[in-house]
């Protein structure tokens, strides 16, 4: 599974995000959007963050801690 934090460098919640996610050990990566107008473009991205998993934009803004543990516990069949 591979997860991205598609941002911008200004993004508040990146640094939560980033502490959830190693909360729960789910290995990610991060895209700053300011450096790849083509993500902007592809996925409609207009604001941050947006978390995409295998390609697909899985949450657009910032979800609540409850729905990433839910979503990323189904996606590992816990």
Known sequence: MKVELA???SCH???MLEAEFKKLGVPYS???LE????MQHK????GSPNILVDGELVFRGM???VELEKYFKEMSGK
Request: proline share 10%; hydrophobic share 25%; charged share 25%.
């Open 7 to 9: 941002v911008t460098r």
């Open 13 to 15: 919640h990146c640094a």
């Open 30 to 32: 991060i895209c700053y």
């Open 35 to 38: 450096d790849d107008p083509e």
């Open 43 to 46: 996925y409609g991205i207009k």
């Open 63 to 65: 979800p609540s801690f």
